[in-house]
């Protein structure tokens, strides 16, 4: 499961629909691999817009990675940035968890990771 993927994911127990507190998932003793993949500005540049900003600095920092700046960078900054982009493309695109756990951080249900894949399927009490 690529990082950028987290960026997109919620807690599916039903409880937790209204809750901010459910996005974004966290990691939780997350096997990290990396992917090598060819770096594509204008993938990353289309990209920025449809990110959170604030969840994927929550999740580069709970990753172990650099964080991230306050405020995303324009497309303008990160095409003349080059380490920005380069850092970007590293943490979205080729870092992947292969192992571990994703916790909601309202309710504290874990999805298992395993060979990358997430498991969203809940127990019948908590649908």
């Given at each position: ?38 770096l ?19 999740t ?39 192992e ?28």
């Amino acid at each position: 499961m690529k990082v950028l993927t987290l960026n997109f994911l919620t807690c599916a127990v039903k409880t937790c629909k209204s809750s901010a507190n459910s996005f974004p998932l966290h990691p939780k003793d997350a096997e990290l691999v990396s992917d090598d993949v060819e770096l594509n500005p204008q993938l990353l540049v289309n990209l920025l817009p449809r990110i959170d900003w604030n969840a994927l600095r929550i999740t580069s920092t709970e990753l172990g990675f650099p964080q991230l700046p306050e405020q995303p960078p324009t497309a303008e900054e990160l095409q003349s940035d080059e380490k920005m982009l380069k850092d970007l493309h590293t943490l979205l695109m080729e870092t992947q968890i292969n192992e571990g756990k994703l916790v909601c951080g309202n309710c504290g249900h874990e999805y298992a990771v395993r060979e990358g894949i997430a498991n969203f399927l809940l127990p019948s009490h908590l649908v």
